[in-house]
């Protein structure tokens, strides 16, 4: 090893030794050896709940380990804080979770703790502007540093979330899940963007559920697997099998469309359905959508980033207004309902982001997952705790959520486990339509065939259920039906029978980009 700060391309900087974390009764590392070298992409392979991001929080210096040692450029080191990582390791993390504050200015968020101060102590605004609009050009983002964060979606929010990261001219840069939310040519400028610092030699630590996507710009792979190293091999010598193999075993599959029952009567029914953009009301986001849905359909709404699946969802579900169109429950006219009147007759939405809409950070993984159930279990000033532990021990078991149980912080968990929750809480309230926007995000594959396999035996039973994606593998998963989304209009509509190529050309999407299979 050579002396810190002389180590050349490929040679080992930062190191993990026998490192064990545990909360409790749960142990989220047993003994993991792990090394980054420089100028180079280690990527982290791992399902939900297999303890990558918990590595990467003591990594970076966000938690500490319980046993083990972290090693730079050849010594032990302590970090007392991810500030501290960051000045004396240059070590960054672009978490998984975003970690803005949306009340606040790009510009702000990214010089957020360390300003530009002038020496005549004063904040010098107009150098971190300018700085931000480099770094936005440098991501071909056009984002204003003033736009507020919280009137962005969720995409750019990632771009901020990058573009903060990369504003340190770190060494180390850990990467959580960085595509999770980006468009297809927004990862394309990302990795771009990551080749250019391989080439300074700046270090990547990389996790990603999308595995095709990852193995695109990795050269080295480590899979996790309950806390444990399970895998180790550079490039050259991994593929796709590589990685599922050593990840979930030999047996995965994200299901087919099931079969053997005939559809139900009409369950949703959307008329010409017109949401107006926010940022330009004298345009539609969404424009003359109509869709019908029959119980025990399973519909996948097929779209790039932009073409208006969420913003159709989240007003079928009562949060946005619409300017034209009706949607219909049965018989039953939604217009002017409020969101919990849609969910009390039977309409639930699974969110996008999860942690702004799905998600309360201070309430236990329970009262998570039974806060949408709470009429069932409450009469005026009178609660039943053992019908609300019912729904949260059938919800924990029939969603399959890794948990230390209904009493756990919802924080505790991993990702995708989060996710599980968020569906899992809709799922308790006996719904006879079910909304999800982009339920994969953030789920690894044995997540979500799990999640695919719950869709599957909903619909068997009865229940109407439409779907987002922006990955084509998982619309020729389970969907009986699938509609393909450009700039707000349906475009195309297949049955389960259609190509990758004839989804991905409808959508406006050339079939060179991501294609998400299966990630």
Known sequence: MTAAGEAKDGDVVLSARNVAKSYGSVHALKGVNFDVHKGQVT????????????????????????????????????FSSSTDARDR??????????SLAPNLSVRDNIFMGREIVRPTGDVDFAEEERITRLLMEELEEDIDPLTSVEDLRLGQQQIVEIARALSVKSRILIMDEPTSALSAAEVEVLFKVIRDLKSRGVSIVYI??????????????????????????????????????NMVGENYDLGSPPGGYAFGDVALRIESLSVPDAARPDRSVV????????????????????????????????????????VM???????????????????????????????VQTMSVGENLSLASIGSFTRGLFT???????????????????????????????????????IGK??????????????????????????????????????????????????????????????????????????????????????????????
């Not at 990795?218 to 990685?243: F, N, Q, S």
């Not at 309902?337 to 699974?350: F, M, T």
């Open 43 to 78: 990527t982290l392979f791992g399902e939900n709940g297999a303890g990558k991001s918990t590595l990467m929080k003591i990594l970076s210096g966000v938690v500490k380990p319980t046993s083990g040692e972290i090693v730079l450029d050849g010594g032990p080191v302590v």
């Open 329 to 359: 429950l049965g018989a039953e006219d939604l217009s002017g309902l409020s969101i919990a009147q849609r969910i009390a007759r039977g309409l639930v939405l699974v969110p996008e982001d999860r942690q702004r809409d799905g998600l």
């Open 426 to 519: 809709m799922l308790a309230t006996d719904p006879r339509v079910v909304l999800l926007d982009e339920p994969s995000r953030g789920i690894d594959i044995g997540a979500k065939s799990e999640v695919f396999k719950l869709l599957a035996e909903g619909a068997r039973k009865g229940l109407a259920v439409v779907y987002s994606t922006s990955e084509v593998g998982e619309c020729l998963a389970v969907a009986h039906r699938i509609v393909v989304m450009h700039r707000g209009r349906i475009s195309a509509e297949f049955g389960a029978d259609a190509t990758k190529e004839e989804i991905m050309a409808a959508s406006g999407e050339a079939v060179t980009e991501r294609t998400g299979v299966p990630s």
């Open 89 to 98: 390791g240059g070590i960054s993390i672009i978490h998984q979770e975003l």
């Open 208 to 245: 990603s559920h999308h595995l095709e996507e990852a193995l695109q710009i990795t050269d080295h792979a480590v899979v996790l697997r309950d806390g444990t190293m399970t895998a180790y091999a550079p490039r050259a010598a991994i593929d796709l099998e590589w990685i599922v193999r």
């Open 384 to 422: 039943s705790r053992g019908r609300e532990r019912r729904i949260v021990s059938d919800a924990i078991r029939d969603v399959h959520i890794k948990t230390d149980g209904g009493g756990a912080p919802i924080g505790s968990l991993s990702g995708g486990n989060q996710q599980k929750v968020v």
């Open 287 to 326: 424009d003359g959508f109509s869709l019908d849905v029959r119980a025990g359909e399973i519909v996948c709404i097929y779209g790039l980033m932009g073409a208006g699946r969420t913003e159709m969802m989240e007003t079928v579900a009562g949060r946005l207004r619409p300017s034209g169109g009706r």
